[in-house]
């Protein structure tokens, strides 16, 4: 009897061995980000976040990307709905996009960043990598909240060393045609620009 029970243990040992592999060879990006990323206004199919997902297929087999974007989230939002992302999906990389909201409404600095350290850290703690992705605020809302907003972005990824694009829309938001009549969402013809501009950054953290 206590050489069947030792047999049992081991076989029991064996397949918990070949069983661990399982849960850790999902390849997950999270990207949690504002209606930037949430293909406002837009095919589904044309925003970024899909062209990500087309190229990853191609290139990075593999991957899988959650899109667990919102139009008109904020920082808040987003930081009370990471932790249940990261339960569920377990991801390897985080893509952060938010700010733009927050900003647009004059949230103080100290808040948007106090937010934003909050979800890089529990990202981090979860073993995910981070790509900080920037946003600008339109001039009429003067250089010093322009100015202490970019560096928010900048010093955050210098102290907690994740990856950072500067500024999500580089290349599209100062041309007209490029966007909406809204002047803050990109068509779709400006998508691929915008993955170009996230992609140089994203893509060393996928090795």
């Known amino acids: 009897m206590r050489r069947f029970l030792c047999l049992l243990v081991l076989l029991c040992g064996i397949g918990a061995l070949h069983a661990a592999p399982a849960k850790t060879a999902a390849k997950t990006v999270i990207v949690l980000g504002d209606s930037l990323s949430a293909a406002h206004n837009i095919?589904?199919?044309?925003g970024w976040v899909h062209l990500l997902e087309v190229r990853l297929n191609d290139m990075e087999p593999g991957w899988t990307v959650v899109n667990a974007s919102i139009s008109g989230e904020t920082s808040l939002?987003?930081?009370?709905?990471?932790?249940g992302l990261l339960a569920q999906y377990h991801p390897r990389i985080v893509v952060i996009e938010l700010g733009a909201n927050d900003g647009l409404q004059g949230l103080?600095?100290?808040?948007?960043?106090?937010?934003?350290?909050?979800?890089?850290?529990?990202?981090?703690?979860?073993?995910?990598?981070?790509?900080?992705?920037?946003?600008?605020?339109?001039?009429?809302?003067?250089?010093?909240?322009?100015?202490?907003?970019?560096?928010?972005?900048?010093?955050?990824?210098?102290?907690k060393h994740t990856a950072l694009v500067p500024f999500l829309l580089e290349g599209v938001a100062l041309r007209p045609e490029l966007m909406q009549e809204d002047g803050l969402h990109p068509i779709a013809a400006g998508e691929p620009i915008v993955l170009n501009t996230v992609w140089p950054q994203l893509e060393p953290l996928l090795h």
Do not use: C, F
């Open 108 to 159: 103080p600095l100290p808040n948007l960043r106090d937010n934003l350290t909050a979800m890089v850290d529990a990202a981090q703690h979860a073993g995910a990598k981070v790509l900080l992705l920037g946003i600008e605020m339109p001039v009429n809302y003067g250089p010093q909240y322009r100015d202490g907003l970019r560096a928010i972005y900048a010093d955050l990824a210098r102290e």
């Open 77 to 83: 939002s987003g930081r009370n709905r990471l932790p």
């Open 43 to 46: 095919p589904v199919e044309a």
